[in-house]
C-alpha cells in the first residue's frame, strides 16, 4: 500500500502560469482533502471532496479548483498562479467523514513556488 | 476566536526531559480528539487517538483529555532527539461535517541532545 501519493513533489511557477497537483489513494477512502500549510498559519483547508461526486470549498478555496476524478483521484488546479499561492500543499484521505473514527491519512506534500 | 488554540513554540527541552503539549478548545461537540506529528518536510502523520474523556497511554506517549475544561494535552515521556518535529493537535464531533477535523496551528518542539 502506497497511502497517499501526490506528485510533483516540487514545482516553481511564475505568475499567471498553470498546473494541476495530482493526489491519489490506494485505501478505498470515500473522503479526501486538499489543504495549504503555511508558516505561521497551520494547516488551511482549501477544498475536500466528501465522497465521490461532490467537492466543496472550504476555508481559502479562492484562486483554486479540484476535480474528483474518480474515487482514488482528487487533483487540485491553480488556473492562474500568484505568488500568495507560494505554499505547501498536502492531500489527505479519510475512510468517510460520517466515520466516528476519521483519522486523515496525509501525502507527502507539495512545495509549490510562485515567482 | 479561533476553534482551537494552539502554542506555537518553538518549545526547546534538553533530551531526557518531560515533554507537555498543549490544546484548547472551544466547540463543547468535539468528542474525538488526536495528535499529529509532522517532521520537517514531511506530511503529518497519526500519533495518538482519543475518544472523550480521559487518558490513553502508547509507549512514552500519553494523551490526556479534559473535557470539561475543553483542553487536551500530550505528554511525551524520556524525550529524545528524534521526537523534534511540529505537533499538531485536531478534533471533530459525532457526524460534524463533511469538511472534516479541525486542525490547531502546530507546536514545533526542539530537543536538545
Known amino acids: 500500500n502506497a497511502g497517499v501519493t501526490q506528485t510533483p513533489k516540487f514545482q516553481v511557477l511564475k505568475t499567471g502560469q498553470s498546473m494541476t497537483l495530482q493526489c491519489a489513494q490506494d485505501?478505498?477512502?470515500?473522503?479526501m482533502y486538499w489543504y495549504r500549510q503555511d508558516p505561521g498559519m497551520g494547516l488551511r483547508l482549501i477544498y475536500y471532496?466528501?465522497?465521490?461526486?461532490?467537492?466543496d470549498k472550504g476555508e481559502v478555496p479562492n484562486g483554486y479548483n479540484v476535480s474528483r476524478l474518480n474515487k482514488r483521484e482528487f487533483s487540485l488546479r491553480l488556473e492562474s498562479a500568484a505568488p500568495s499561492q507560494t505554499s505547501v500543499y498536502f492531500c489527505?484521505?479519510?475512510?468517510?467523514?460520517?466515520?466516528?473514527?476519521?483519522?486523515?491519512?496525509f501525502g507527502p506534500g507539495t512545495r509549490l513556488t510562485v515567482l | 476566536q479561533k476553534e482551537v488554540e494552539q502554542d506555537p513554540g518553538p518549545l526547546s527541552v534538553p533530551e531526557g526531559a518531560i515533554v507537555s503539549l498543549n490544546c484548547t478548545y472551544s466547540?463543547?461537540?468535539?468528542?474525538?480528539f488526536m495528535w499529529y506529528r509532522q517532521y520537517s518536510r514531511k506530511g503529518p502523520e497519526l500519533l495518538m487517538y482519543?475518544?472523550?474523556?480521559g487518558n490513553k497511554e502508547d509507549g512514552r506517549f500519553t494523551a490526556q483529555v479534559d473535557k470539561s475544561s475543553k483542553y487536551i494535552s500530550l505528554f511525551i515521556r524520556d524525550s529524545q532527539p528524534s521526537d523534534s518535529a511540529t505537533y499538531l493537535c485536531?478534533?471533530?464531533?459525532?457526524?460534524?461535517?463533511?469538511?472534516?477535523?479541525?486542525f490547531g496551528k502546530g507546536t514545533h518542539l526542539i530537543i536538545q541532545p
Open positions: 489527505a484521505s479519510t475512510q468517510s467523514w460520517r466515520s466516528s473514527y476519521n483519522e486523515q491519512f
Open positions: 485505501m478505498n477512502h470515500n473522503s
Open positions: 471532496s466528501a465522497s465521490e461526486g461532490t467537492t
Open positions: 466547540n463543547s461537540a468535539f468528542q474525538y
Open positions: 482519543t475518544y472523550s474523556s
Open positions: 485536531a478534533m471533530s464531533s459525532p457526524g460534524g461535517g463533511a469538511d472534516g477535523l479541525t
